[in-house]
């Protein structure tokens, strides 16, 4: 077997063709990526995708499954959405700290000001 | 909501979609309801019948509506954003906080100028390390996903993005720890 084989094929076990579709995005020494991506989507899947993309978006797509994969494999319920749902969260509790301090910030202007006002008189 | 369609109403859009008869304990009919074709649609694109199949035997049945709505989040996502898919909303959202947490951070400043302190000071968690090393939820508090799935229209995250820009999404990748394309934070 030909040892330049990418892990796609290797994990597939087959002969790695030139213009093989996977090759580019899932080289030989990193076999986990495409474990994951296998069992998420299935080769079929994938292959599909990619060959519907231009050459040069290629492999932000590859890299956005393998992260969407493997988040699903780590959290099989929720996947990258939970991830989602936590930033989204985040982004609530933030914006109420942030109204909250900008809150504290104008009652303090007012009474700065009161003080100053005070002060003249 | 998951329906209980069987064979003797109607087939669920999962056998209507695969032609088949829907038999009675079809694994999709409870959360594939004949009226939203287009959900089971974009499943059957992006992962494939047998491997959801594969995906929800393995689940415990309570846990089996949230990953068919979250993994058809993730399909629609992927069908609008073939790049990027949910990829391009966690982009978006990582931007959102980090622009948040500066502004409260200045903030922060500011009331500190006026010899204030709050004990509320932010939480200066990383949430890109987070995002790299996802934390599945606790099972006692599952996150309302309906109003995170119902993306026609109605989800204010997926509508703010562009469509199948393959790039604008570009910066805060997550496999750049956080840092775009340029390096830069």
């Known amino acids: 077997m030909n040892p330049k084989r990418c892990a796609a094929c290797k994990y597939l076990r087959r002969r790695c063709p030139k213009d093989c579709i996977f090759s580019p995005y899932f080289p030989p020494n990193d076999p986990q990526k495409f474990a994951w991506i296998h069992r998420i989507y299935g080769a079929g899947n994938v292959s599909k995708m990619l060959q519907q993309l231009p050459d040069q978006t290629r492999a932000e797509a590859a890299e956005s499954l393998c992260f969407e994969a493997k988040c699903r494999v ?20 933030t914006q109420n700290q942030l109204a909250k ?6 009652v303090a202007q007012t009474k700065l000001s009161q003080t100053h006002n005070s002060d003249f008189m | 909501m998951a329906s209980s369609s069987n064979s003797y109403n109607s087939p669920c859009a999962a056998c209507k979609f695969l032609r088949r008869k829907c038999m009675p304990g079809c694994i999709f009919a409870p959360y594939f309801p004949p009226e939203e074709p287009h ?10 019948a047998s491997n959801v199949t594969k995906l929800l035997n393995e689940l415990l049945p309570h846990q089996r509506e949230d990953a068919v709505n979250s993994l058809a989040y993730e399909a629609e996502a992927r069908v609008r954003d073939p790049v990027y898919g949910c990829v391009g909303a966690i982009s ?6 980090h622009r948040l947490q500066k502004e409260l951070d200045a903030a922060n400043a500011d009331l500190a100028h006026y010899g204030l ?14 995002v790299f090393q996802p934390q599945p939820l606790p099972p006692q ?18 509508n703010q993005m562009p469509r199948g820009t393959g790039g604008s999404y570009g910066t805060f990748l997550p496999w750049n720890n956080g840092h775009d394309q340029q390096g830069n934070m």
């Open chain 1, 74 to 93: 780590d959290d099989p319920v929720y996947g990258c959405v939970g991830i989602i749902h936590f930033l989204q969260t985040q982004i609530q509790q």
């Open chain 1, 101 to 106: 301090t900008q809150a504290e910030i104008a």
């Open chain 2, 39 to 48: 959900k089971f649609a974009n499943v059957h694109k992006i992962f494939g």
């Open chain 2, 92 to 97: 978006y959202l990582q931007r959102q906080v």
């Open chain 2, 117 to 130: 302190s709050t004990s509320a000071a932010g939480t200066h968690g990383n949430v890109v390390d987070l």
């Open chain 2, 141 to 158: 508090q599952p996150p309302p996903l309906n109003p995170v799935y119902r993306l026609s229209g109605a989800n204010p995250v997926m």
